[in-house]
């Protein structure tokens, strides 16, 4: 199904290039990314396609090399996320009363809370490191997904085979583990792709503040480096900030196109109402 629309291939042609560089980085990327191969500041060349950082770095292979970091934190936290709201979410939905009642105001606490502060907050408490990164965005992101499972769980649990494994006697934990969970699989799945799109701006705006992992390269921390460097200010912002940000967009556009996609084969009904 996300072949036979054009975002969905569109989509998936940007994120299979990405996992591309990902997975490849190390033996595709021209130079050692963390290792002086031209001169400080040079411009893009034949040796250097997007030219050399402060201290002589090849900014494409730092680039290179950063996309396994940038996208594994962002599918890392995005997959922490889902299970805590998948588990959150489905508790809450079919168990109801208290318990869904309970979850649901520690879903609002964490939807209403400052976001950007809480975030740098979230960072500079846990550390600069990449474990605490992922823990720092999963605590972040996961009330949303969890409110849209429980309103799938409330649904599955009104359904007519739930109903009858309820009267023959089942436990709600087999109830759970066998009807409801695999019922909100999809939406958690069309979740996902939000959330690790969310991870991955996420982590590069940590990095960008100065709170992202100092010994790993990825996008945020190259346009960390660029600001406190002076690339505005000495010209090489053309070849030092705007690819980082073009890749950047290029992932988001990639996960908010097969979002879409997933959306449009999941809920068809939805779609022709749009």
């Known amino acids: 199904m996300l072949l036979t629309t054009w975002m969905g291939r569109t989509g ?12 490849a980085g190390p033996w595709i990327a021209p130079y050692d990314a963390a290792a002086q191969t031209g001169a400080p500041f040079s411009v893009p060349s034949a040796a250097h396609w997007l ?25 890392t936290a995005a997959a922490l996320a889902i299970v805590i709201g998948t588990l959150v979410g489905v508790s809450a939905g079919f168990l109801g009363g ?15 809370l400052p976001f950007i502060p ?45 109903e009858g494994a309820q009267a023959l006697g089942a436990s709600n934990l087999h109830i759970l583990w066998k009807h409801v969970l695999p019922g909100v699989l999809p939406i958690a799945v069309s979740q996902f792709i939000l959330a690790a799109s969310s991870s991955i701006l996420i982590e590069a705006s940590l990095a960008f503040l100065g709170l992202g992992d100092p010994i790993r390269k990825s996008w945020g921390t190259v ?42 084969a999941l809920f068809p009904r939805l779609q022709q109402r749009q």
């Open 12 to 23: 998936l042609t940007l994120l299979l290039f990405l996992l591309f560089l990902a997975g």
């Open 51 to 75: 030219g050399t950082n402060d201290i002589g770095q090849d900014i494409l292979s730092e680039l290179i090399v950063g996309t396994r970091v940038s996208l594994g934190i962002g599918f």
């Open 98 to 112: 208290r318990t869904d009642a309970t979850l649901m105001r520690l879903v609002d606490v964490v939807l209403v």
């Open 118 to 162: 809480l975030m740098i907050v979230l960072a500079a408490f846990f550390g600069a490191s990449a474990g605490n990164l992922i823990i720092a965005i999963s605590l972040l992101i996961w009330a949303r997904p969890a409110r849209v499972i429980r309103s799938s769980a409330l649904g599955i649990r009104n359904l007519t085979y739930v």
């Open 223 to 264: 346009l960390y480096y660029a600001q406190i460097r002076g690339a505005f200010l000495n010209g090489s912002w053309p070849w030092w900030v705007v690819p980082p940000g073009v890749l950047i967009s290029m992932t988001v556009l990639g996960f908010a196109l097969t979002g879409r996609a997933i959306e449009a």
